[in-house]
């Protein structure tokens, strides 16, 4: 169905940053299909694990244990906050889970009648009915009516509005620490501070949406570690499988506990393939120095990206985190992206006037100059 407006391109192969099209044109891929290929395209480290398993078992339901979800779910409770791990197929399934969660435990646990869910502006949170709803973009919604009821929208880092934070009715907040698909802003420490705060004191749920930041995409493995707090529900899906589909709740103890047999469920989620990619991905990223040398990466990209700035009237200014990087022009950003393109540079749109770039952490300082020399040439010429 015509969901997507598709770039002219054909993508047949990948390794490390580089992605070939169909006529084995070579392009520098600083999308990470959207920051989820973020140890590059097919990692030999995920690719060996993977194959092992395929000779072994691909599917056999959650009705029975599965070795690698197990490991999995330890691994990433020992590299979290987390306790326990909930496993669906994508970024909006998890979501879609981790607010059901959020209401049993109100409902259930608490034995109250809480049941709205805050999130903010521009945030996007996935394109399920309820995700869409969680959503802070109208764009999203439109034509989907009625909407699920009992989710409220507040200003991003908007300390004023935190007044209106907590209702009576409220059971969780919801929200990304950088904005990724809503224009690349990074949450505001002082405000994330009072928000953590205001929940903690009215045993307000803080679920914390990691799906395009987690993974050490924003220089730490989660981005709440950044912040100095630990959320009570997370998800993360993207990064997490380098390209197979899982998705991930992660909760703590007392509230994962709201969940039990028939709570929830899922067919696929978690299955022995994706996990087994997962486990060799997250194990990769808390066992090497990748998340050293992506900070460095990042460094480099940001002081380069700045340096860009001094030279070009059209940027307005670069925001972000890590390797979750945002370019803010003046003029039409989808024309620069397309003349990137032309360059045979792959980066991504974050709104109208937001160039969104997404490296693999994996990446080098001769690609960020390839990347740099490319954008040089694309703003002299424009
Ligand atoms: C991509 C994304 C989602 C949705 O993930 P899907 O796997 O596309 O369903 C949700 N939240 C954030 C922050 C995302 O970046």
């Known amino acids: 169905m015509p969901t997507y407006n598709r770039f002219p391109v054909t993508l047949v ?3 490390g940053s580089y992605v070939w099209d169909e006529l084995g044109n070579k392009f520098l891929d600083y999308t ?16 060996v694990e993977v194959e092992k398993q395929l000779q072994q078992l691909w599917h056999c339901s959650n009705l029975y244990h599965i070795p690698s979800q197990e490991q999995l ?35 259930t646990v608490k034995g109250t009648d809480k049941f709205e869910i805050v999130t903010f502006q521009h945030s996007f949170h996935g394109r399920t009915l309820a995700t869409l709803t969680a959503t802070g973009q109208e764009k999203v919604k439109e034509g989907f009516s009625p909407l699920p009821a009992g989710f409220r929208h507040l200003p991003y880092n908007d300390m004023e509005s935190l007044d209106e934070l907590i209702q009576p009715e409220t059971c969780a907040v919801m929200l990304e620490l950088v904005q990724g698909e809503g224009g690349v802003n990074p949450a505001d420490p002082e405000w ?36 100095g707090f630990e959320p009570d529900i997370m998800t993360v899906a993207k990064g997490l499988g380098s390209g197979f589909p899982i998705g991930a709740v992660i909760a703590n103890e007392q509230v994962a ?12 989620g978690g299955n022995p393939i994706v996990t087994t990619a997962g486990l060799a991905t997250l194990t990769h990223i808390t066992n090497s120095s990748i998340l050293t040398e992506a900070k460095q990466a990042s460094a480099y990209l940001i002081e380069q990206l700045f340096a860009l700035k001094e030279q070009f009237d059209t940027i307005e200014t670069i925001r972000g985190k890590g390797l979750l990087q945002g370019m803010v022009v003046k003029e039409e950003a989808a024309t620069i992206v397309a003349k990137l393109r032309d360059q045979h540079i792959l980066v ?11 490296p693999p952490l994996t990446t ?4 960020i100059d390839q990347f740099i020399t490319a954008l ?3 703003f002299q010429t424009s």
Not at 33 to 42: D, K, P, Q, S
Request: glycine residues 10%; proline residues 2%.
């Open 348 to 358: 991504l749109l974050a709104g109208p006037s937001v160039i969104r770039i997404l």
């Open 192 to 227: 994330v501070n009072q928000l953590v705060k205001m929940c903690r004191e009215n045993d307000v749920l803080i679920i914390i949406d990691e799906i395009q930041t987690g993974m050490g995409r924003t220089g730490t493995l989660f981005a709440y570690e950044g912040y």
């Open 32 to 47: 990470s299909g959207i920051a989820t290929c973020n140890l590059g395209h097919v990692p030999d480290i995920v690719k």
């Open 376 to 378: 040089k040439s694309v």
């Open 13 to 15: 192969k990948g390794s």
């Open 73 to 107: 779910a330890s691994a990433l409770t020992e590299a979290s906050f987390g306790d326990q791990v909930f496993f669906c197929n994508s970024g909006a399934e998890a979501n879609e889970a981790a607010l059901k969660l959020a209401r049993k435990y109100a409902q």
């Open 257 to 268: 506990k709201a969940f039990g047999p028939g709570s929830h469920g899922s067919t696929f």
């Open 364 to 367: 080098t300082k001769e690609e």
